[in-house]
């Protein structure tokens, strides 16, 4: 099995002390509508100033899609399977949600991290996440990939468009956002939740009513004993190469970064190939009931070497 | 430790060649030298900034937080929230220096956390999370190499590294895991010196570092403790590098004793 191939950067069980096994999951988050990434209360797509390239220094805006967004939707997303799966499993209903009730038993919470809110909590311990996002910026300069929106405001009564309320930015469909989800430390089931996570979400507009869907595609695998890339860097190289955005660009780019590393001899940059068949073979498995026992149980074990 | 006024504060050391009359090689003594440029590749906030007056935070990295950085050195939190910075620090293969950043950038993001049963953001409990608050931060920092040029932009740091340890090029910083990139340069033979006259060193200082008598400091406030951005100190232990001046810290200082 492929994913055989990244035995050596999982652990056997998640522990409170997590150890320098990476892994980096390269993602192209591709936008399918029209999506406002907005941090601000303007409604402002948020921009960052970057370079326009890893070659051309000249001072460009991106459009930037913040990790704490992407985060939260997979996180909520990963949350929902393992609801949906523990019903169909035939386990009691999964009682776990954001932002104050976390259950700090479930797969998600012991990947994800969580805080007990609980009054006079402070002898329970928290759990820290063991996957890392980051901001990821869009391929492109904002200025080509934004548009304007003018928004009306309908009358209920008549159906008709009133006055023009605004203008809004919003990226176009299609915009390009390289990305890195990181793993530390994970378990061969946490690495199968997060790829299956990773490959189901798609709704993560700042507002839900206007658009924010999105495709994930995973173009890219490393593994060793830390990050090699940043998602800065990734998108940074990408634009050079961008008419060919593909696993082999990506692979090209990380084979390039592996000299930067600290520990070199630690990484492994796996091909196109390899990464296709690990992604498939992780969409066949199965979120059975013995698959969600295991992954509870780590969960629990976990628990208890917090207590010590 | 007797602080004085800023403006009596000196330069550089005002002799280039010092009295000397110590000397400890940090090879031999099983360790190396490396400077560290840090670049931020995202937005970098530290919980400093929940505390009022954030804007006048300097672009400064506590050498705590770096330490634990830079040694992959991360747990789940045991009991409450209370970090063991002596116990863990200890544990730890490297020790830096505070870092600092000529010019930066920043940015205000505003948070909501949606609480998923309400779907409001401004629902009640016991939370040590804002629902809704903003976050300024410091803006993503990226310099292209180019040959025959100095880096001179991002955090500038040194680091003292223990035995054959490599410190990963690519961490992650601050209460959110912002993803920084650190270009690495080896120092060659570092030695470091008693010196009996005052000294500014080429980066900030964490004042629990310091062995000597500090003539005059520019504090920064930073938790866990806070930072002279700026020293002058006598009599303690320093390593020339490129004409700059490196305080060789205190623990390391005694952990080569100890050896
Ligand atoms: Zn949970």
Redesign the interface.
Known sequence: MSLDMLTPYLVEIARPIIGAKTIQVILFREVLDYTVLRTEETREVNTVVTPLSISIGKDVRRAAFLGSKQKAVESRELERMLRTAGVEAGLVELQCHLKDNLCLKCPRCALFGGTNVESGSEKIANIKHRIEYGTAFSLLPFEEVRVALTFNAINDKTQKTGQALGTRYAVRPSTVFPSVVTLKSVTHKELILVIKTLLSARNYGAETRIGGDMRNSIVGIVAGWEEMITPLELTLELYDRREDLSGDTVAGILDRYQAYAGNPNKLKVFTPEQVDLMVEQVAEVSLDRRFLDEAYADVAQYRLEQKG | MRPMPMWLSIGWSRKDSPEMYKMIDLEKAGYSLLEGRLYN???LWFSSTEIAKVSSTWPAIHNYALSYSLS?Y????????CPRYEDDLASMPLYTTPAISPVV?R?????N?????TLRTD?G?????P?LGKRVTL??C?E?PQSGRRLELGYLFFCFVRGDY???????LGK??????VC?KGIESPQAFLLDEAVVPAHPVNPLDISGEVLSYDPIILPPHMLFRRAEIRGDWFVRVDGGMVLLPKRIRHEIGRT
């Open positions: 590749h995202d937005y992959q991360s747990h789940g939190v045991y009991r409450g929230n950038t940015t205000t993001i505003t948070l956390a949606v609480d998923d049963l629902s409990g016991k939370i040590n999370t629902n803006d993503p990226f292209l490599r410190p990963p090029a690519v961490a992650r959110k895991g912002c993803p920084i990139r690495w």
